[in-house]
């Protein structure tokens, strides 16, 4: 079937989430879970932004491929993700390494982890593939990314940032002619090149790639016969496709979502403890750079079904109060001070408590008098009463896991081992 014009692409576009990393550098916060089951911004989890573009962008027909540590993220795309319907030509597969090319192979990688599916992509029979990172924070139209994709003559379509080139070292890099063809991909160079006629800034790889379905089945399966393959989109498939095709760079300013007050475009990578800590934070403030009340472009997660929070004590020095703070479902401050921090799901605050700048993660408790500061605390966390957090660097760092920007990664195990 021909494209025509003002026909929406995402119709014929299946979305293929890439979910299986862990992560590592969140250290123990993926201990049990994958970097995309990770909650994020008081109810959602890091996936929730990839899927809620997907959908909001016109996608129904989605994939998500897990494989590190992947009950917790497949539980909740169960419950969260459960409302497409097979009679609306719809779908949602959630495809976990299964061995399903051979008995001693997981995912090699992340070109393997969708050659390893093809016969099931072949079911729904997409005309396009939106390959997706599953643990970034952005909003972004899908949409608008299918129409240059499809108006370019590519073979592949990049998603990429315009980042600082100094910074740009940790990202694939690509170098691009007048048009936005892409010359050359090299992941973490140590020299990235410069964006033509803006040489100090550089286009980095945001790991969005947009194919037609039977070009990307031929690329996969001419990669997977090739020994020398890491079986990788940035490492193999792109770079492949630069020398012996057209590939073509989608600049995510043209497609990126902003509500009214959204003064710049939001792309997070949450990769490492203080990032994910930021990045949360950033939804304190007064004019949040990204809005989550944004109801135009909703981030669609499981809708727990809990109380309202509620607030109790109007006492001097024992007043339930937030400030600067999201406050989620079921919670209650009693008697508490909640300044700059995120409050998830189930959290309790005991009297005469104070957290300032701190992610707290669902169904904690925090003690009697306890202050904390420039804390993430993990899910389920019982904080003892009477605990200081961010005020002695050196004790804090004995203790729990501490950035050398001075934020507290505190769990379970911590909390055990103060006896």
């Not at 393997?112 to 029979?125: L, T």
């Amino acid at each position: 079937m021909k494209d025509t014009p003002g026909q929406p692409l995402a119709r014929e576009a299946m979305a293929y989430v890439l979910a299986g990393g862990r992560g590592s550098r969140l250290n123990e916060l993926t201990d049990n879970r994958a970097k995309p089951a990770v909650y994020f911004g008081g109810k959602a989890r890091i996936i929730d932004f990839a899927l809620s573009n997907a959908i909001n962008s016109g996608i129904r027909r989605i994939g998500v491929a897990t494989q590190y540590k992947a009950h917790s993220l497949i539980r909740h795309m169960q419950r969260a993700w459960n409302f497409m319907r097979p009679e609306r030509n719809e779908s949602f597969d959630i495809l976990p390494a299964s061995q399903r090319i051979s008995e001693m192979l997981w995912y090699e990688g992340t070109a393997d982890a969708v050659f390893q599916n093809i016969d099931i992509i072949e079911g729904h029979a997409p005309k396009y593939m939106v390959i997706l990172a599953g643990d970034h924070i952005y909003k972004m139209d899908y949409e608008v990314m299918l129409r240059q994709h499809v108006d370019s003559g590519a073979d592949v379509t990049v998603g990429v940032l315009v980042v600082p080139r100094k910074d740009a070292s940790g990202f694939g890099v690509m170098a691009v002619d007048k048009d936005d063809v892409i010359t050359s991909f090299v992941e973490k160079p140590k020299d990235p090149p410069g964006i033509p006629g803006n040489p100090d800034f550089a286009l980095a790889s945001m790991g969005i790639y947009v194919f037609e379905t039977k070009f990307l089945f031929e690329q996969l399966r001419r990669d997977a016969a090739d020994p020398d393959s890491k079986r990788d989109f940035g490492g193999d498939i792109i770079p492949y496709i630069v020398k012996h095709g057209k590939a073509v760079a989608h600049r995510f300013t043209t497609s990126c979502i902003r509500a009214a007050e959204e003064i710049e475009e939001y792309w997070r990578d949450v990769g490492t403890l203080d990032a994910y800590f930021e990045a949360n934070l950033d939804l304190t403030d007064t004019v949040p750079k990204l809005n989550m009340y944004d109801r135009d472009w909703p981030i669609w997660s499981d809708a727990v079904v809990a109380a309202p929070a509620k607030f109790v004590h109007d006492e001097e020095g024992r007043r339930g109060t937030a400030i600067c703070s999201l406050i989620s479902n079921d919670c209650i401050v009693s008697g508490a001070t909640a300044r700059r921090s995120l409050l998830f799901t189930g959290v309790k605050m005991g009297s005469f408590s104070s957290a300032t700048e701190a992610v707290i993660l669902p169904y904690c408790n925090i003690g009697r008098g306890a202050r904390l500061s420039k804390v993430i605390i993990d899910s389920g966390v019982r904080i003892p009463e009477g605990l200081v957090v961010g005020e002695d660097p050196v004790l804090d760092a004995r203790r729990f896991r501490r950035t050398d920007n001075g934020v507290c990664l505190i769990n379970k195990a911590m909390i055990e081992r103060l006896g």
